[in-house]
Structures are given as structure tokens and as C-alpha cells.
């Protein structure tokens, strides 16, 4: 079973660029029948979705963050990343990998890390 | 972007008793719909994709409905575990943009 865990500094300066990683442990990045998301939460409001990467390398962004974000795939370390660049104080939330079963759940989250919480401030 | 706008915002319910929370698109999703359990300091669960098929290890007082620009979640005979944050979800556009409705809070009466 698919498991994920968020990694990263918690604190960011603003214009910065925000760097966190996901582990994936219990099946391979390169696996097709994943995709490998980033959404987040900033405090007290929904959900918002950053992007997702495939096994191929291939990816989506939502249009809120296309001009300022990058997801990749590491499939030495089976993590895959997310950067954000030119954060300010709106960008601070809790940041989430998760994904799914292609087949079982299609493109339904199934699967989240814990989630970690990334502050702006200088 | 599709719009997702959930009622009511807030849910008081005894324990025992049933739920109905609403979730609406701005635009037709089709059955592109799930539904998420969140409680204070964790992450999401998936409890219902396709608009209405329960998730693994989700139990049957959980169901789902709706299809297009409509949908509800019902819960029968709410447990203590049960009162948290609920969310819907359409992942229905292409290129993908997928959006999360603002929640609907399910506290004790």
C-alpha cells in the first residue's frame, strides 16, 4: 500500500522560492498507475490544488499557480517535489501529497501524507 | 474554473441522527465528484468518488448521490467519529483544474 510523507523547511521568506519533497514508500514513482499531486490548505479555508506529475514525467498545474510553480520526479530517491517560487504571505498553509489509484479511484485522492505546515515571514 | 459551493455551512446534528449535506458546480461535472472527511490536524480522507462508490474501508452509513451540477452526501445514524469537516471535489475538467467546495462543519446538537 502507497504511503506519503511531506519534507521540507516549515519557514519561507517572502519572494522566495518554497521547496518541499514527498516520499513515496510501498510502490514506485515510475508506477503508471499513480498520479502524484500537491494541493494545500491555508488556515481556516478549502482545499486548493497545485498540480500533479506522472510516472512519465508529464505534468498538470491549476491556472492559479502555472506561472510560479514546478513538480518533479525523482525516481533515484522515489520522491517527487514541488517549487514555488516568489511566495509572499498568502502562500503560508499546509501543503499536501496525495494521490490515488488510477484504476480503483481515478482521479480521486486516496492516498495523503500527513501534510506540512509552511509559514512566510522574514 | 468550476465553482464549488457546499450548504449548509454548518450542521448541528445529535448523535444517532441522519445528515444531508449539499454540494453543487458551477457547471455540469458529470459523476467527476468525491467527498472528503477532514478532522482538526489531519489530512483528508476520501470516503466517495464517482459520486456515489464509497471508498475502501468506508462504512455503508456513507452514501452518495447526485450527477451533473447536484450532489449529496447522506450520513445515517451519525458516530462520534463522524462530526468533522466534509468537502467535495470535481475532477472533471481537462486540462485539469481541479477545485474543493468551502466544506460543511458536522458538530453535536
Known amino acids: 500500500q502507497v504511503q506519503l510523507e511531506e519534507s521540507g523547511p516549515g519557514l519561507v521568506k517572502p519572494s522566495q522560492t518554497l521547496s518541499l519533497t514527498c516520499n513515496v514508500s510501498?510502490?514506485?514513482?515510475?508506477?503508471?498507475?499513480?498520479?502524484w499531486n500537491w494541493i494545500r490548505q491555508p488556515a481556516g479555508k478549502r482545499l486548493e490544488w497545485i498540480g500533479r506529475?506522472?510516472?512519465?514525467?508529464?505534468?498538470d498545474y491549476s491556472p492559479s499557480f502555472k506561472s510560479r510553480v514546478l513538480i518533479s520526479l525523482d525516481t533515484s530517491t522515489n520522491q517527487f517535489s514541488l517549487r514555488l517560487s516568489s511566495v509572499t504571505a498568502a502562500d503560508a498553509a499546509v501543503y499536501y501529497c496525495?494521490?490515488?489509484?488510477?484504476?480503483?479511484?481515478?482521479?480521486?485522492?486516496?492516498?495523503w501524507g500527513r501534510g506540512t505546515m509552511v509559514t512566510v515571514s522574514s | 474554473e468550476i465553482v464549488m459551493t457546499q450548504s449548509p455551512a454548518t450542521l448541528s446534528v445529535s448523535p444517532g441522527e441522519g445528515a444531508t449535506l449539499s454540494c453543487r458546480a458551477s457547471?455540469?461535472?458529470?459523476?467527476?465528484l468525491a467527498w472528503y472527511q477532514q478532522k482538526p490536524g489531519q489530512a483528508p480522507r476520501l470516503l466517495i468518488y464517482?459520486?456515489?462508490t464509497r471508498a475502501a474501508g468506508i462504512p455503508p452509513r456513507f452514501s452518495g448521490s447526485g450527477s451533473g451540477t447536484e450532489f449529496t452526501l447522506s450520513i445515517s445514524s451519525l458516530q462520534s467519529e463522524d462530526f468533522a469537516f466534509y468537502y467535495c471535489?470535481?475532477?472533471?475538467?481537462?486540462?485539469?483544474?481541479?477545485?474543493f467546495g468551502p466544506g460543511t462543519k458536522v458538530d453535536i446538537k
Open positions: 464517482g459520486a456515489s
Open positions: 510501498g510502490d514506485s514513482v515510475r508506477s503508471a498507475s499513480y498520479f
Open positions: 506529475i506522472y510516472s512519465s514525467g508529464g505534468t
Open positions: 457547471q455540469s461535472v458529470s459523476s467527476n
Open positions: 471535489q470535481q475532477y472533471h475538467n481537462w486540462p485539469p483544474a481541479f477545485t
Open positions: 496525495a494521490s490515488g489509484h488510477i484504476v480503483t479511484t481515478g482521479e480521486a485522492f486516496a492516498i
